[in-house]
T-cell receptor, first 114, second 111 residues
Framework: DGGITQSPKYLFRKEGQNVTLSCEQNLNHDAMYWYRQDPGQGLRLIYYSQIVNDFQKGDIAEGYSVSREKKESFPLTVTSAQKNPTAFYLC?????????????FGPGTRLTVL | SQQGEEDPQALSIQEGENATMNCSYKTSINNLQWYRQNSGRGLVHLILIRSNEREKHSGRLRVTLDTSKKSSSLLITASRAADTASYFCAVAHSGNTPLVFGKGTRLSVIA
């Protein structure tokens, strides 16, 4: 059963803590993406990776970090430097980076800062 | 901004009616895509229309693209309560840049 998985579904963080959101895909896709979605808003790109061991900042990378050590995995760390991290986080992948093809999305992780 | 801008922001219709959502963009594109998002879920790809195409159909969905006006529309015919969701357009610009998503249209279909 191919697809993208994200875990956990819900995550609570105390102020000052770093947290890591998991994203795994078994679609053999080269490109992976992290988006942030605030209530009633569209998707804003945090980071993207065109290929393993490579990643670039998106529009709102400050306070976030990523790694791409394996093709299947693209974890996102929300650091304490992110001042307003409460949001819905979506991971996606595509066969290749160019926007010519569709993106496949995971179910999302809802992060709440207590 | 390079993102697509959807219009209207919200739309409420009766079951059986047609729903039309529009997307406008500012710079040339390679293709334009429409996605659907049910509340609290990930996005699901609906349809992709290339810059050299004018219309595409998929089931009850019809997408048009007018590159001269830099706009696209998504028509859902004979809507159902299950069509209630947010719909996003995403533009793929020429060159090696990521997809850019709009803010979406929230569609409510009342039974």
């Amino acid at each position: 059963d191919g697809g993208i998985t994200q875990s956990p579904k819900y995550l609570f963080r105390k102020e000052g803590q770093n947290v890591t959101l998991s994203c795994e895909q078994n679609l053999n896709h080269d490109a992976m993406y992290w988006y942030r979605q605030d209530p009633g808003q569209g998707l804003r790109l945090i980071y993207y990776s065109q290929i393993v061991n490579d990643f670039q900042k998106g529009d709102i990378a400050e306070g976030y970090s990523v790694s791409r050590e394996k093709k299947e995995s693209f974890p996102l760390t929300v650091t304490s430097a992110q001042k307003n991290p409460t949001a819905f986080y979506l991971c996606a992948s595509s066969i290749e980076f160019s926007g010519r093809g569709q993106q496949f999305f995971g179910p999302g992780t809802r992060l709440t800062v207590l | 901004s390079q993102q697509g801008e959807e219009d209207p922001q919200a739309l409420s219709i009766q079951e059986g009616e047609n729903a039309t959502m529009n997307c406008s963009y500012k710079t040339s594109i390679n293709n334009l895509q429409w996605y659907r998002q049910n509340s609290g879920r990930g996005l699901v790809h609906l349809i992709l229309i290339r810059s050299n195409e004018r219309e595409k159909h998929s089931g009850r969905l019809r997408v048009t693209l007018d590159t001269s006006k830099k706009s696209s529309s998504l028509l859902i015919t004979a809507s159902r309560a299950a069509d209630t969701a947010s719909y996003f357009c995403a533009v793929a610009h020429s060159g090696n840049t990521p997809l850019v998503f709009g803010k979406g249209t929230r569609l409510s279909v009342i039974a």
